[in-house]
């Protein structure tokens, strides 16, 4: 299964409420995480099986879902939230959308 | 408190091997679906291999045939051994936990260990 990204990068402020889009190639039922990672950090799980919160992030992070179309959505963006957000599908070997980067306008 | 600890990285002519590995504590990698992810400079992310906690493996095609995942039980380690090595698998090469035993939920990871395979 293919995952794509929309958009592949954004540029918002402070405050906004942004939304990144992941398409699948076709429709499963197994788990779609969501990661972010920081310039020369690891990725941090933050959304998993599509909607539920990982211990420990904020909830101004939130996932939505189901069969080929999946969104996560960030509200009142923080300082911290700039950085590549990654989708990643778990349909019998694991695969990742291409990323998204977003930037401080 | 768990830490995922990866070293064995370094500059390796085409053609060469490598092994990677990634020391945890924490909790037991044998009891626990591990995995390598790679990410090459610049690119995003790919997942490269599993194994599980009855020791079944799989690999991307990428690396079929000439990476094998491991783990060393006594040092509660998990192994990439990496051989025939190509200018593509230079990447950043980070171990992380499955969660999930299976939905390739990845909770925990490393900091990552930076393999160039260069002449």
């Known amino acids: 299964i293919q995952m794509t990204q929309s958009p592949s990068s954004l540029s918002a402020s402070v405050g906004d409420r942004v939304t990144i889009t992941c398409r699948a190639s076709?429709?499963?039922?197994?788990?779609l995480n969501w990661y972010q990672q920081k310039p020369g950090k690891a990725p941090k799980l933050l959304i998993y099986a599509a909607s539920s919160l990982q211990s420990g992030v904020p909830s101004r992070f939130s996932g939505s879902g189901s069969g080929t179309d999946f969104t996560l959505t960030i509200n009142s963006l923080q300082p911290e939230d700039f950085a590549t957000y990654y989708c990643?599908?778990?349909?019998?070997?694991?695969?990742f959308g291409q990323g998204t980067r977003l930037e401080m306008k | 408190e768990v830490q995922l600890v990866e070293s064995g990285g370094g500059l390796i002519q085409p053609g060469g091997s490598l092994g990677l590995s990634c020391a945890v504590s924490?909790?037991?990698?044998?009891?626990?679906?591990m995995a390598w992810v790679r990410q090459a400079p610049g690119k995003g992310l790919e997942w490269v291999s599993v194994i599980y906690t009855d020791g079944t493996s799989y690999y991307a095609d990428s690396v079929k045939g000439r990476f094998t995942i491991s783990r060393d039980n006594s040092k509660n380690t998990l192994v990439l051994q990496m051989n025939s090595l190509r200018a593509e698998d230079t990447a950043v090469y980070y171990c992380?936990?499955?969660?999930?035993?299976?939905?390739?939920?990845?909770?925990?990871w490393g900091q990552g260990t930076l393999v160039t395979v260069s002449s």
């Open positions: 076709q429709p499963f039922t197994t788990s």
């Open positions: 924490g909790f037991t990698v044998s009891f626990n679906y």
């Open positions: 992380a936990r499955d969660v999930s035993a299976g939905d390739y939920i990845f909770d925990h």
């Open positions: 990643q599908q778990s349909y019998i070997t694991p695969g």
